[in-house]
Structures are given as C-alpha cells and as structure tokens.
C-alpha cells in the first residue's frame, strides 16, 4: 500500500504569510493527488486535484505542485478563512494532517 | 448542485451493526461515473476510507474493514448505504459520505455530506 506522509505535523503563522505544506508518498502516484481542508466541525471541502488543479470557487492563493513523491501546498497569503487542518489524499489514502495554527 | 446527508442511528451498541444512509439531492446517483463513498473521522484523528460503490454497483472495501463492511445503492430513492457489523468503541467516529470523481485508479471527494457522529455504546 502507498503511504502518504504530511508535514509538519502543525505549523504556526500570521495572517499574511507564506504557508507551505508538504506531502510525501511512499512511491510515484505522477500528478494523482488532492488536497483538502477541514475546519472543526465540519466537513473536508476539496481545494486542489491532480496536484496542482484549482477545485471552482476555491481563493487563487492556494496553489499546489509536485510530482511522482513530493507534493506541496501553498498559501501565498495567509487570512483568518485559513486556519484549518490540511489533509493531501491519493485512492483511498489520506495523509495524517497538517493542522496550520495562529502564531 | 449535487448535495448529500447522511442519517441514521447516532448511538449503537458494541456488536451490532452500524447502519447509515447518505440521500443524494441535485442529481441523480445513477448518472455519470461516480464512485460513491464513504468515509470516517475518530474525535481528533484523520480521515480513514471505508469503502466505496460505483454506479455500476460495484464495491472496493478498506482491506482492514473488508469483513465488517458492506455498502449498498438504492437508485430509486437516489441513496446509498453503508453497514458495518460488529461495532466495538473504536468504530466511534464521524461517518461522512462523499462522492468521488476521476477513475477506477485515481479519484478524489467532492462534495462530501456534513457528517453524522456515530458513538458505539452500551
């Protein structure tokens, strides 16, 4: 089975930040990764598939790239909206999470 | 757009089976290729995949779940449902199903439903 590996496993930062996640896969998936986020309570809500493809609706400040084993997430300005759990997913594994904190 | 909500039994007790349904409104479940699935959260952890149903009726289950788990489709009532069968505590989760889109090898979720907490209990 492929593993998939976030981190960090939380991050700190301020509004207006740089934020960048990693994920890691445990062999080649090519391009064949999502990425959600999750606030508590509710439901993931799906922000990036095939690695880099804007889901409609979702703010162009979340981006994401990679290929084969590494992949990342970013938020080139971080706004209160943004503070929430990020999960990377590929077939039917997810990653553990990356909870992204106030600083 | 297409919407889902779970429902069912928010309380079960330790043996039993587990049993929801996921009501799909703005579309219709048996149109496109979609694979319909279902998902679960424990208070405070990740994401873990229980199985899914094509529209075909065709099933893929977690391999760790596989024993327990069996997922159904009612396309006259535009639902699917998922029971799992002799619940312990550690069954106590978040169910949320979710629609998947893509392939038979590569898919994500969207939408998902809110989500209903189911805690095993006696």
């Known amino acids: 089975d492929i593993q998939m590996t976030q981190s960090p496993s939380t991050l700190s930062a301020s509004v207006g930040d740089r934020v960048t996640i990693t994920c890691r896969a445990s062999?080649?998936?090519?391009?064949?990764l999502a990425w959600y986020q999750q606030k508590p309570g509710k439901a993931p809500k799906l922000l990036i598939y095939?690695?880099?493809s804007l889901e409609s609706g979702v703010p162009s400040r979340f981006s994401g790239s990679g290929s084969g084993t590494e992949f990342t997430l970013t938020i080139s300005s971080l706004q209160p909206d943004d503070f929430a759990t990020y999960y990377c997913?590929?077939?039917?594994?997810f990653g553990q999470g990356t909870k992204v904190e106030i600083k | 757009q297409v919407q889902l909500q779970e429902s069912g039994p928010g309380l079960v007790k330790p043996s039993q089976t587990l049993s929801l349904t996921c009501t799909v409104s703005?579309?219709?479940?048996?149109?496109?290729?979609?694979?319909w699935s279902w998902i679960r959260q424990p208070a405070g952890k990740g994401l873990e995949w229980i199985g899914r149903i094509y529209t075909s009726g065709s099933t893929n289950y977690n391999p760790s779940l596989k024993s327990r788990v069996t997922i159904s489709v009612d396309t006259s009532k535009n639902q699917f449902s998922l029971k799992l069968s002799s619940v312990t505590a550690a069954d106590t989760a978040v169910y949320y199903c979710?629609?998947?889109?893509?392939?038979?090898?590569?898919?994500?979720?969207?939408?998902w439903g809110q989500g209903t907490l189911v805690t095993v209990s006696s």
């Open positions: 062999q080649s998936i090519s391009s064949w």
């Open positions: 703005g579309g219709s479940i048996s149109s496109g290729s979609y694979y």
């Open positions: 095939k690695a880099s």
């Open positions: 979710a629609r998947g889109t893509g392939s038979s090898w590569y898919w994500w979720f969207d939408p």
């Open positions: 997913q590929h077939q039917e594994t």
